[in-house]
């Protein structure tokens, strides 16, 4: 079992930057590819970007490619999604997603456990 805890989310500007935060618990977190999802009012959940056990392969969205980074601390059990350049339609309830598989996916009903999610609101 694996409990996820997303932080950092809150209002910003078009244009600034944001660092979300997901604590996993537990002693197996290197064990899990881990991914970042967001679901905006009215729309379905969508993938932004996924990282895999090590840290070291990871792949995102067209719509962030360049902007959003994704990384972790297998130390900490905490991965990181770091936003910048951001933009009105980045507006959305972002999650964290936890996959115990070597091939990344994009496929959210692939992953094995979820997080909350915490809000992220871009002005324009």
């Known amino acids: 079992q694996v409990q996820l805890v997303e932080s950092g989310g809150g209002l910003v500007q078009a244009g600034g930057s944001l660092r979300l935060s997901c604590a996993a618990s537990g002693r197996t977190f290197s064990s899990y590819a881990m991914g970042w999802f967001r679901q905006a009012p009215g729309k379905e959940r969508e993938f932004v970007v996924a990282i895999s056990r090590s840290g070291g392969i990871a792949y995102s969205a067209d719509s962030v490619k360049g902007r959003f980074t994704i990384a972790r601390d297998n130390a900490k059990n905490t991965v990181y999604l770091q936003m910048s350049s951001l933009k009105p339609e980045d507006t959305a309830v972002y999650y964290c997603?936890?996959?115990?598989?070597?091939?990344?996916?994009?496929?959210?009903?692939?992953?094995?456990?979820w997080g909350q999610g915490t809000q992220v609101t871009v002005s324009s």
């Open positions: 997603a936890a996959i115990k598989r070597t091939v990344l996916t994009r496929e959210a009903r692939e992953y094995d456990y």
